[in-house]
């Protein structure tokens, strides 16, 4: 989404030949650890971790470097983050098909105007002020504009923060209407990952598991992680296994408890849907997920830390 400290203990060892093998070469559980025998006592789970959705657009403009800083600050294990792509080809942090006027305006003596994103050059998308606005779900008294902050390059935002801690957690968006190859996608997305040594410390999401498919030929080593899956089937594992995925989001409506621990015994890292409030930060730990996805994490980490789920 750093070697991960609350995600260092080993895990269960995984219980597809083929998950285990992506399992020994990512150090996120490091590898998987044995099973117990039984009568024998679980060790201890690690503590949950945070991911900052779209780098915490409830206290920064999402989507944008100044977020994914203040982020890192408050010391989240994963910056998430959208892609989509330019029409020169040209992986950008964004997350709409299109530009939302709503948030994101002409600099000033610009002629650039709202668009879908796949339709403008990244020249053109650079001329964008998406950080003195807000989206009208994340607007509140503490949320902080950047004015001036603008649509980053994937390969921007990689290199910002490669020498931190922090992992990274990507979406590769493709619009229905958008004439966008998956495969050049995941093409494009390896190549900066890989240029800037990151293949262990980003996971790549999405809803089009065209991409996780892609992603997984061209480099296994990267681990992928499926979105929507209820909408499809409920035999989670069997989806995982289908498309090589180590990681599933799922919202607490959609597993329980019993389910969740069965995932994490197969090497699966189960992570929570977006959640802001306090009432379903307490379902999220109580379902004993791996990480709580947010937009408000400074008031996740302020909530495990209050609950004695963390430092």
Known sequence: MMQV??????????????????????????????????????????PIAVIAHRGGALLRPENTLPAFRHAEALGVEFLEFDMEMTADDRIVVYHDAAINPDFCKADAGSAAVPAPVRKLDFAAIQKLDCGSGVRPQYAGGRFVAAPGAHIPELGEVLRAFRGSKARFFAETKVPKDADVDPVKFATLLEAAVRENGLEDRLILQSFDFRTIDALHRINPRIRTCLLGVPRQTRDYLAALREHHATCIVLSHDEVDSVETRRLQDAGITVFSGVADDEGQWRKYTGLGVDAIFTNDPEGVIEFLRRSGLRD
């Open 5 to 46: 400290t609350h995600f260092h203990k080993a895990r269960r060892r995984y219980a597809a030949t083929g998950l285990a093998t992506i399992a020994l070469i990512f150090s996120f559980a490091d590898a998987a650890a044995k099973q117990h025998p039984a009568g024998e006592q679980a060790e201890e789970r690690p």
